[in-house]
């Protein structure tokens, strides 16, 4: 979906109009109408401001660009798994699980290794074949870039 698809449908699932969307966002009703009209896009504060009140994330807005990826362990994210920081809103870089309520929730490599390798390893991708593969994925995400 394209960005003025998704606010269009964000607003009208509300059953708001225009007008009321344009109150709480503190812009013109015009300027909702461009935005619905794909004339223009909100600028990066209304985005946010779009984001806490429909509770999905600004990538979410703007038509999933990206493919958002936990920068801590490597899980795909979406609306459903990112965390959110402690005023609510959502943090794109992080899952709730690794990242909550301010904090990390692993200290290090090794302890997220240890607690993945137990959790994702089956009959076919073994606890060794797990450690293995996060050796070479989580070195390369930014949380563990800057521990480096």
Same mark, same amino acid.
């Given at each position: 979906?394209?960005?003025?698809e ?11 109009s ?40 600004i990538?979410?807005?703007? *038509? $999933?660009p990206?493919?958002?990826? &936990?920068?801590? /362990? ?7 798994s990112? !965390?959110? +920081?402690?005023? *609510? $809103?959502?943090?794109?870089?992080? &899952?709730?699980? /690794? ?6 929730v692993?200290? !290090?490599? +090794? ?38």
């Amino acid at each position: 979906m394209k960005t003025n698809e998704v606010i269009y449908s964000l607003r009208t699932k509300r059953e708001m109009s225009q007008e009321e969307l344009a109150e709480k966002v503190f812009v013109t009703r015009q300027a909702v109408s461009r935005w619905e009209n794909g004339e223009t896009v909100p600028n990066t504060e209304t985005l946010k401001l779009l984001s806490n009140l429909f509770d999905v994330s600004i990538n979410t807005l703007l *038509g $999933s660009p990206r493919k958002l990826v &936990c920068q801590c /362990c490597g899980m795909p994210l979406d609306d459903s798994s990112l !965390s959110r +920081e402690t005023d *609510g $809103s959502f943090n794109e870089e992080y &899952c709730k699980w /690794c990242y909550t309520d301010g904090k990390f929730v692993y200290s !290090s490599m +090794e302890q997220l290794t240890d607690f993945l390798a137990d959790h994702m390893s089956n009959e076919d991708f073994t606890p060794d074949r797990v450690r293995a593969y996060l050796s070479t994925l989580l070195p390369n995400l930014a949380h563990w870039k800057k521990e480096q």
